[in-house]
């Protein structure tokens, strides 16, 4: 297993500005994939943003331009720094770790990014 705890989410009004974190435990960060999802109430987890092991990035069609993602491997860390929120981003925002070699996936709790209009 790979712990991942988020932390970041909150209240915030539209276009505004948050940064989620997601700390992971481990050895063998430096070669995971990491993305953030994120589930609204009612809808299916979606894909927000991903980085690899070489700091290749994608990201939604929704979010880009809007959302940075960055990952620090000394601290076993991957951020999502969101701006311009819009209402339409509200969700449970999700870490999601991915080892390659493994073939394994971990996720996080979760933490509730809500924007209001």
């Known amino acids: 297993q790979v712990p991942l705890v988020e932390s970041g989410g909150g209240l915030v009004q539209s276009g505004g500005s948050l940064r989620l974190s997601c700390a992971a435990s481990?050895?063998?960060?430096?070669?995971?994939?990491m993305r953030w999802y994120r589930q609204s109430p009612g809808k299916q987890r979606e894909l927000v943003a991903g980085?690899?092991?070489?700091?290749?990035?994608n990201y939604a069609e929704s979010v880009k331009g809007r959302f940075i993602i960055s990952r620090d491997n000394a601290k076993n860390t991957v951020s999502l720094q969101m701006d311009s929120l819009k209402p339409e981003d509200t969700a449970v925002y999700y870490c999601?770790?991915?080892?390659?070699?493994?073939?394994?996936?971990?996720w996080g709790d979760g933490t509730l990014v809500t924007v209001s209009a």
């Open positions: 999601n770790a991915y080892d390659p070699r493994l073939s394994r996936t971990y």
């Open positions: 481990g050895s063998w960060f430096s070669r995971y994939i």
């Open positions: 980085i690899t092991s070489g700091d290749t990035t």
